[in-house]
């Protein structure tokens, strides 16, 4: 079985950084490597939406509203892709999710962990 967990969340004041890491398991590296890995968020009372993906090629996508503050990066060896979180704002408050996929149809999701930008 395909498991993912998110480490990282924390509360930070505006400007502040965080890191967060998906660590997967339940697979081979070989089948690891297929995988877009996805990074997620969903705010109360909103729809969870995408916020940044590697695929299994390596090419890398954002959303506007991250672009130039966050970075995916992503080590095979390790299962591990990581979000980095710079400038954060009050409005990129929500739980972050990984999930096995670049869209909210991904098939294996984590838990969760929550970040607040809060002063």
């Known amino acids: 079985q395909v498991q993912l967990v998110e480490s990282g969340g924390d509360l930070v004041r505006p400007g502040g950084s965080l890191r967060l890491s998906c660590t997967v398991s339940?697979?081979?590296?070989?089948?690891?490597?297929?995988?877009?890995i996805g990074w997620f968020r969903q705010a109360p009372e909103k729809e969870r939406e995408e916020v940044s993906c590697?695929?299994?090629?390596?090419?890398?996508v954002y959303s506007d509203s991250v672009k130039g503050r966050f970075t995916i990066s992503r080590d095979n060896a390790k299962r591990t892709v990581n979000l980095q979180m710079n400038s954060l704002k009050p409005s990129d408050t929500a739980v972050y999710y990984c999930?096995?996929?670049?869209?909210?149809?991904?098939?294996?999701w984590g838990q969760g962990t929550q970040v607040t930008v809060a002063s």
């Open positions: 590697v695929r299994a090629d390596s090419t890398i």
């Open positions: 999930a096995t996929g670049c869209t909210v149809s991904a098939k294996y």
């Open positions: 339940g697979i081979t590296l070989d089948y690891f490597n297929f995988y877009h």
